[in-house]
């Protein structure tokens, strides 16, 4: 097999190593991988499309507390309401890095903001949001911004007969919404923080609890549950991935670079920028390797 | 599409009602299933293998209990491992029936039991359960004793192209063991009761809680958190499997009714026989339906 599926993507060392890999895994040898053990695993939000100037599910959280606040004044002076409508960077920056409190405050308010709602009433909110947002640096939807290499690469996984699975950080049931069509990925390969939905009378509702937000060593822990295995091949950009990157035998690292055509920041990424220097995993420069990046 | 598949299958209406739902739901018409929502969801005990006289996996927890209270024989005073190594009926009532208290007592021995072990250390001694521990009435092993007409089932299935889950209320990491090799379904679609992994230093460790046996509406939880979706098909035959049958669009019940070729049985199952016969679900007698029970 070759890469010829990865057109977006310049020739040289990092295409070079990506096929490497994935044709000593499926070849006789030490590397050889058996095929039940062929997992891929993808973050979303930096890997898969752009998280500048914020994750796109932010957006969509903004405007439902929004509207919330507005039926609902007094919690305008509440946390984590307040620093949520005011883009709190302390309290993100918080969430990013696992900070309990912070990452409490957050389970809680997103678990009782749809609680009650069936997975139907949940999809229609998230289809009016793609429908009537739009990215501020782009004159498109969010959904036309994903990165076209990281299809290709989908596609060359899976005639490697690799599963690919999603692994984010963010809402598994935001991400369903749109997987099928943008990545076509199944809702089943969607991996995420999540509410636990009640089953009653014949309907499932979303209950008021989310527990375990899949970020760090909690993405390892939802790749277990999820899919009994840790991955072979791994893909992220943030800090947060450290730990499912460390977990898997080839690592690739998205490295935004490019200010003209994405956004170039190190931001969050200060961590896994330094390991992947140090551990030498393969480090992607959408700069230099990509010839186009959005599909 | 036809169903020369189910070789083990007497021809009948039950067989010809799988076929001619499948057909449908792959035909144009009102029937019609998009592929991506084609989803199968199986029970195991009692709807992949025998479940009497116990489920498979009691005889593993009666092992790893009794090793126990050898070792802390305090513990044999103590509820639940009294009741459990008792083998008293009540205490497994009240689990089917989903009675809290009996469901929180088991969760948290279940959790307790194996906190701290790797999932390869599990693996292992599932494994080593497997090679030594024999069923009672056969001379065979228990992945033996693996209902042929399912299998067969599964293959049509796959050929319809739906995607196969097993989701028992048994543990998921216990199934995923064997079912690969034996059901030929990859870990990812086993769904089940699991405790909690912890990812530490590199290292991924089962934790101390076990939350959310997947019984009854629990089943129809676990489902929907795993896919997304509720089962177009679904197969069981107990009590437990009542929730997740009627989710579903096409409903099969297994009725353990060949005391000679296994075991005939209502225990467990009176509600769903009622509910079965009342709602018009498809009906398999073991008896006359199957040529041929074990693989």
């Not at 919330?68 to 890095?97: C, G, M, S, T, W």
Request: aromatic content about 12%; charged content about 30%.
């Amino acid at each position: 097999m070759n890469g010829d599926k990865l057109k977006s993507w310049n020739d040289g060392p990092v295409k070079q190593s990506i096929i490497n890999f994935l044709d000593s895994t499926v070849e006789e040898g030490l590397d050889y991988v058996k095929p039940e053990d062929r997992i891929a695993t993808f973050d979303n939000d930096g890997t898969l499309w752009a998280e500048k100037p914020a994750p796109v599910q932010l957006n969509f959280l903004f405007l439902a507390f929004t509207k919330r606040v507005q039926n609902e004044p007094f919690l305008a002076d509440k946390q984590p309401y307040k620093a949520i409508l005011e883009r709190d960077k302390i309290f993100f920056q918080n969430v990013i890095e696992q900070k309990p409190e912070a990452i409490i405050a957050l389970e809680d308010v997103l678990a009782r903001e749809w609680a009650g709602k069936t997975p139907d009433e949940f999809e229609s909110e998230v289809k009016e949001f793609f429908a009537t947002v739009k990215p501020e640096k782009f004159e498109s939807n969010f959904t036309e911004l994903i990165y076209k290499p990281m299809l290709e690469l989908f596609d060359l996984l899976k005639d490697y007969k690799y599963r690919v699975f999603i692994c984010s950080g963010g809402g598994r049931d935001f991400m369903r919404v749109i997987c099928e069509e943008a990545w076509g990925i199944f809702k089943e390969n969607v991996i995420g923080s999540a509410a636990e939905y009640e089953y009653n009378n014949g309907t499932l509702k979303r209950g008021t609890v989310l527990r375990g937000i899949a970020l760090g060593p909690g993405k390892v822990e939802h790749i277990f549950a999820r899919t009994g295995r840790l991955p072979v091949f791994a893909v992220g950009n943030g800090d947060v991935d450290i730990e499912m990157l460390e977990s898997a035998k080839f690592r690739l690292f998205i490295n935004h670079d490019d200010d003209k055509r994405e956004y170039a920041y190190e931001n969050g990424s200060e961590k896994i920028l330094a390991i992947a220097k140090e551990k030498n995993f393969t480090i992607v420069s959408m700069k230099n390797d990509w010839k186009e990046i959005f599909k």
